[in-house]
Structure formats: structure tokens, C-alpha cells
């Protein structure tokens, strides 16, 4: 797709005749530099998008990882001080361990396919993230949500993966948008 968009607009710049190339009424009226220079910056744009998510996907599965091992570490040794933020040992604590572990091993399966990312695995495994996260808030107990720390850092984390999935929509379209969607 970049080499397409580079080689569109190469043809596109060769089009534009340069002052004075063909008769003399070029010389009075040539064409805008503005025509150039836009094609190159839609071209330079397109690619500075797709580094800009490319760059931002791995910025967000690469925390997912570098938070979630050390907290599993934690909440696998059962320490007071993870006792202290997520609870006593118990059947929900130990699912939530489930799923911390099932993001840690997408985001890092996601990350060593990187010659061929898929923006639409990303999206999704974000996307659920993203959901779970700005829902603590109001699954957790009266009065405690804001202050726990989890909650915090869970909403930050959610700040980074929506800018993630924004910016992979805006390049690439709905990810969400189902591949055997017939179109109209």
C-alpha cells in the first residue's frame, strides 16, 4: 500500500508540466506549487500514518506485557502488598490472574508475528481491554473504585489503547467490521 501511494504520487507529480516546458502562455500562467508540494505531503502523511500505528501497537502490547508479567509474578507469590490492592487469594482473584495472563501471551503471540502485523487482532485485543478497563470503575465496590490503584492505572492504560485502536481505525477503516461482511 505505501509503494503504491509513493508510486501514485510520483505519476502524479510527473503530470505537472514545469513552467515555460511546453509554449509560451506556461511561462504567464504556471501551474501551482501548491499541486506538488499537497501530493507529497499526502504521499509523506500516508506514510508517517502507518509508522505512527505501527509505533503505537507496539508501544501498546509491549506494556500490556511489561506491566502484566511483574503483577502475575505478584499475584502468583501472593504478597501482602497485592493482597492489599487486589484482595485476599481467592476463585475471582485467580480468573482475573487467567486474564492477565491470556493479554500477556496475545499481546506477546501479536508481537513476534510483527513482519506481518494484523491490525484487526490488535484492534480487538485492545478493544476488550479498553472495555474492561473503563468499567472498573463501577464494578468495584462503593467508594473505592477511583482510589484503588488498579482503577487508576487501568484507565490510563485505556487512554494509550484508545489512541492505539483510533488511530488504526483512521488509517485502515472499522477493524471491527466482520471480513465475510458482503458489500452492497
Known amino acids: 500500500m505505501k509503494q503504491t501511494?509513493?508510486?501514485?504520487?510520483?505519476?502524479?507529480?510527473?503530470?505537472?508540466?514545469?513552467?515555460?516546458?511546453?509554449?509560451?502562455?506556461?511561462?504567464?500562467?504556471?501551474?501551482p506549487a501548491a499541486a506538488t508540494s499537497t501530493k507529497t505531503t499526502i504521499t509523506t502523511t500516508s506514510t508517517n500514518k502507518s509508522t505512527k500505528v505501527k509505533t503505537l501497537m507496539i508501544i501498546s502490547l509491549s506494556l500490556n506485557i511489561l506491566v502484566l508479567i511483574p503483577i502475575c509474578g505478584l499475584l502468583i507469590a501472593n504478597v501482602d502488598r497485592i493482597q492489599n490492592i487486589y484482595g485476599p487469594?481467592?476463585?475471582?482473584?485467580?480468573?482475573?490472574?487467567?486474564?492477565?495472563?491470556g493479554i500477556a501471551i496475545g499481546s506477546a503471540v501479536l508481537l513476534l508475528g510483527w513482519n506481518h502485523p494484523d491490525k484487526r487482532q490488535v484492534a480487538f485485543l485492545?478493544?476488550?481491554?479498553?472495555?474492561?478497563?473503563?468499567?472498573?470503575?463501577?464494578?468495584?465496590?462503593?467508594?473505592?473504585?477511583?482510589?484503588?490503584?488498579v482503577v487508576i492505572s487501568n484507565l490510563a492504560i485505556s487512554v494509550l489503547h484508545g489512541i492505539t485502536v483510533g488511530f488504526i481505525w483512521a488509517e485502515s477503516g472499522n477493524p471491527f467490521r466482520s471480513v465475510y461482511h458482503k458489500r452492497g
Not at 5 to 19: L, Y
Not at 91 to 101: D, K, N, P, Q, V
Not at 134 to 147: D, S, V, W
Open 126 to 149: 485492545l478493544f476488550l481491554q479498553i472495555v474492561y478497563k473503563i468499567t472498573t470503575p463501577f464494578t468495584t465496590p462503593p467508594g473505592t473504585g477511583i482510589r484503588n490503584p
Open 89 to 101: 487469594l481467592t476463585e475471582a482473584r485467580g480468573i482475573l490472574l487467567s486474564i492477565y495472563m
Open 5 to 31: 501511494n509513493t508510486t501514485t504520487a510520483a505519476a502524479d507529480v510527473d503530470d505537472v508540466d514545469a513552467p515555460g516546458e511546453h509554449d509560451e502562455e506556461s511561462k504567464e500562467h504556471p501551474p
